[in-house]
């Protein structure tokens, strides 16, 4: 299964939000990511929409993200923050939790699995 045919596969935008809100309500409990969570702004209200935005349009979907902001730069717009492996570790933590809990399909969960690792090491920017 190619990542462009996930939108669908997964049941669209609702399927894309139910996973990014269980992704962020993990940050807000799991201690293992603390470090990560502290990246983030008190409300999480902004960062559940641009996330939601990326990963519709990232899957396959319409480029929700692209419309308003242009291309994501993802690297160049995280540089800001310290990025290292426990970050890096905590946020896949949160995110396969979340994938665990909302992507039933096995094959599409594990393609998530591997693309999502791939971007979150791609933002570290510390050793």
Same mark, same amino acid.
């Given at each position: %299964?190619? #990542? ?5 596969? !997964? ?6 939000? /139910? ?10 409990? &799991? ?16 960062? /559940? ?16 993200? !692209? @419309? ?14 310290? !990025?290292?492996?426990? =970050?890096?570790d905590g946020? &896949? ?7 665990? @809990?909302? +992507?039933?399909? $096995? =094959? $599409? #969960?594990? +393609?998530?699995? =591997? ?7 791609? %933002?570290?920017?510390? @050793?």
């Open positions: %299964m190619d #990542r462009s045919q996930l939108f669908a596969h !997964i049941g669209g935008e609702p399927a894309v939000r /139910r996973l990014v809100d269980t992704f962020y309500d993990l940050m807000d409990r &799991l201690p293992e990511a603390r470090g990560v969570r502290a990246l983030h702004p008190p409300s999480l209200d902004g960062s /559940r929409d641009k996330l939601h935005w990326f990963l519709v349009g990232w899957m396959g979907g319409p480029p929700l993200y !692209i @419309s308003r902001f242009g291309h994501p730069r993802l690297r160049a717009r995280h540089l800001p923050f310290a !990025i290292g492996e426990a =970050e890096r946020w &896949l933590r949160c995110m396969n939790e979340a994938l665990a @809990s909302c +992507v039933a399909d $096995a =094959e $599409a #969960r594990a +393609v998530l699995q =591997e693309a999502l690792a791939g971007l979150a090491d791609h %933002m570290r920017n510390q @050793s």
